[in-house]
């Protein structure tokens, strides 16, 4: 028997990963600073080995934990940081947008890693 991908199969599994499904709303509420930070990995003014980096540094992401529940301050903390980016979107410059960014994610990667 083949799997799909049904669209109520898909649903059902981002929400069994608690974990999963922040990263995906962060894909989509932090897309202007994964495209400004892409165009400027690419225009040579960064370091040629800042992504051998990026990539050394997800290859230590415990990918096998995005069930992990996250708890009540952890959402908390999400929430304010997105308002945070959400409020200085349109007059910081993109760096600080990704330093927030950062900060988010490690609210996620530092709780997938936690210990049960």
């Known amino acids: 028997m083949e799997r799909s991908l049904h669209p109520v199969r898909l649903l059902v599994a981002l929400l069994d990963q608690p ?64 308002f945070a980016y959400l409020f200085f979107a349109a007059s910081a410059p993109p760096l600080l947008g990704g330093i927030i960014v950062v900060a988010a994610l490690a609210v996620v990667f530092l709780k997938m890693g936690a210990p049960p």
């Open 19 to 82: 974990c999963l499904l922040v990263l995906v709303g962060f894909a989509f509420a932090f897309w202007p600073i994964g495209l400004w930070y892409l165009m400027r990995m690419t225009d040579g003014s960064d370091e040629p080995l800042g992504v051998l980096a990026l990539v050394v540094a997800m290859m230590f992401v415990p990918w096998r934990k995005l069930d992990r529940l996250l708890e009540f301050g952890d959402y908390l903390l999400l929430a304010l940081l997105v």
